[in-house]
């Protein structure tokens, strides 16, 4: 059993950043790779990034890419996604999860989920 435990969300306004943090527990974090997925109301669940279990490759939707960051820290057990230049439409429920396949943008081979975070830009 993994626990994820995601935090950082807020308010901002369009143009800035927020740092998401996703804190896991339980089973050996670098066994797993790691995912940001995104749900806005009336919407499904949005892969955004991923990074491979060691750290060394990180995958983005186009949606996202050059805009966000994803990093990990194995000997921390915490994954990081730095989002910069914040859009209306990035607001959603954003959650990490943790898988043990190599299809990162699929929600359903995710097997742990944290609770998500409310993210929320304004215009």
């Known amino acids: 059993q993994v626990r994820l435990v995601e935090s950082g969300g807020g308010l901002v306004q369009a143009g800035g950043s927020l740092r998401l943090s996703c804190a896991a527990s339980?089973?050996?974090?670098?066994?797993?790779?790691m995912g940001w997925f995104r749900q806005a109301p009336g919407k499904a669940r949005e892969f955004v990034g991923g990074?491979?279990?060691?750290?060394?490759?990180?995958f983005y939707a186009s949606s996202v890419k050059g805009r966000f960051t994803i990093s990990r820290d194995n000997a921390k057990n915490t994954m990081v996604l730095q989002m910069n230049s914040l859009k209306p439409e990035d607001t959603a429920v954003y959650y990490c999860?943790?898988?043990?396949?190599?299809?990162?943008?699929?929600?359903?081979?995710?097997?742990?989920w944290g609770q998500g975070t409310q993210v929320t830009v304004s215009s």
């Open positions: 990074v491979t279990r060691s750290g060394g490759n990180t």
């Open positions: 999860a943790a898988s043990t396949s190599a299809l990162f943008t699929n929600p359903s081979v995710y097997e742990y």
């Open positions: 339980g089973r050996t974090f670098s066994n797993y790779l």
